[in-house]
């Protein structure tokens, strides 16, 4: 299975700064011969089902705020919000589909500073 | 837009089956290339995908429950199940039903709002 690792564990950021969260995958997620990272980007608040950010690494999902961003290849990737806002406070996963089962990170929690 | 439902016991006893069902609404299950999946979640903790199933009756399992999990469908009903056999307190969660977008999005696009099973004795 490819284990997803996901740094820190939480973090607390002020409003309108930046948030950073890293993302290792145990093996490659890249489709060499498409160029296509499997890796996709979850948000989930409290009480709430997972809701798709981002995915193939960098694709923002329609209707999600250009203030989320993906970024990384092969093994190493980063989901960045640009300027926290209040309603950003919740727990982000990665998630990996280039093989089965599919895996999820631990979980990062995005607090207010 | 399509949604999705959970429904079924939010109760069942040790070594019984767990039962649940999706269904769909607002768009034709058959209606673009999905696969209809399961994922679950223990209170406080992350996230587990079960497995998941093709209109065709494709099914692809977690190896980690594969021997316990059947996903069905039935897309005149516009549902798909999940049954889990001989539960025990490790499968206390909450079950999501959720559609992956093979086409477009390669992702979980949409999720049901979850239902809690506990499992007791």
């Known amino acids: 299975d490819i284990v997803m690792t996901q740094s820190p564990d939480s973090l607390a950021v002020s409003l309108g700064e930046r948030a950073t969260i890293n993302c290792k995958s145990s093996?490659?997620?890249?489709?060499?011969?498409?160029?296509?990272?499997?890796l996709s980007w979850y948000q989930q608040k409290p009480g709430q089902p997972p809701k798709l950010l981002i995915y193939?690494?960098?694709t923002r999902e329609s209707g999600v705020p250009d203030r989320f961003s993906g970024s990384g290849s092969g093994t190493d990737f980063t989901l960045t919000i640009s300027s926290l806002q209040a309603e950003d406070v919740a727990v982000y996963y990665c998630?990996?589909?280039?093989?089965?089962?599919?895996?999820f990170g631990q979980g990062t929690k995005v607090e207010i500073k | 837009q399509m949604q999705l439902q959970e429904s079924g016991p939010g109760l069942v006893k040790t070594s019984q089956t767990l039962s649940l069902t999706c269904t769909v609404s607002?768009?034709?299950?058959?209606?673009?290339?999905?696969?209809w999946s399961w994922i679950r979640q223990p209170a406080g903790k992350g996230l587990e995908w079960i497995g998941h199933?093709?209109?065709?009756?494709?099914?692809y399992y977690n190896a980690s429950l594969k021997s316990r999990v059947t996903i069905s469908v039935d897309t005149l009903k516009s549902q798909f199940s999940l049954r889990l056999y001989s539960v025990t307190a490790a499968d206390t969660a909450v079950y999501y039903c959720?559609?992956?977008?093979?086409?477009?999005?390669?992702?979980?696009?949409?999720w049901g709002q979850g239902t809690m099973v506990a499992v007791s004795s």
């Open positions: 093996q490659s997620v890249l489709y060499t011969s498409i160029s296509k990272n499997y």
């Open positions: 193939r690494a960098s």
């Open positions: 607002g768009a034709s299950m058959s209606s673009g290339s999905y696969y």
């Open positions: 959720a559609r992956w977008d093979n086409g477009n999005d390669d992702a979980f696009d949409v």
């Open positions: 199933i093709y209109t065709s009756g494709d099914t």
């Open positions: 998630q990996q589909y280039y093989s089965t089962p599919w895996t």
